[in-house]
């Protein structure tokens, strides 16, 4: 197995209340060659001054100009052979980059791991602020905080698209599986999504969305066009 130092970006935006659990979730994982980014995005709370008590933190300050701005600005600064990201109020599972490098050795010609995300409730956020279709069944993770790949193959693929206001990882994982890239799914949990009354509300609509579908069909076409020529 190649190198496992690993950068980890974590993005953040006023999220003292949850900073600490996520970098501690990161700590945990019992892999000495750690590289952890926390992406300040202009919070007005503590989160910067939390995340730098913790000694193996490198926290750099973007504008607050959305996620795939803070991402992208945490790849910019990775130097680690390996990429992965958590969400600042969500957490890693103890055995995520272990199983995730046993999963990646034994199967080489795979070229990025992902795992199974859950859901959980934040204990703090009253019940009722939580939509009754949030489901906590463990599902597989095709989701920025269960990814595990070579910086050198992410940077192949491009950056997240800062263009792209909801969900640009979801315009990344298309643009990688068009590329021909093949994911390796560890049939285990490896991040848990935590629920809330300041994640679940956010508006993320079917017309939003569909620029994803769109801009996939519109490439594929391109690909289409270019190999019957």
Sequence with gaps: ???????????????????????????????DDLEIIVVDNNSTDKTAEIALSYPKVN????????????????????TGYWLAFLDSDDLWTPNKLKAQFAALSEQPEHTFALGYSQNFLDPNTPAASVPAKVGLRPLPGYHVST????AETFRKVGSFDETLKVAPPIDWFMRALDAGLQPQMVNEV?????????????????????????????RRRAQHRTSDD
């Design 59 to 78: 926290v750099i300050s973007e504008s607050a100009q959305g996620v795939a701005y803070a991402l992208n600005g945490g790849v910019r600064a990775a």
């Design 1 to 31: 197995m190649q190198s496992q130092q690993v950068s980890v970006v974590i993005p953040a935006y006023n999220r003292e209340q949850y900073i600490g659990e996520a970098i501690e979730s990161v700590l945990a994982q019992g892999v």
């Design 190 to 218: 490896v991040h848990r999504r935590r629920i809330h009354a300041n994640n679940y509300a956010r508006d993320r609509s079917a017309a939003d969305y569909m620029i994803h579908v769109r801009r996939t069909m519109e």
């Design 147 to 150: 990814l595990l790949i070579r």
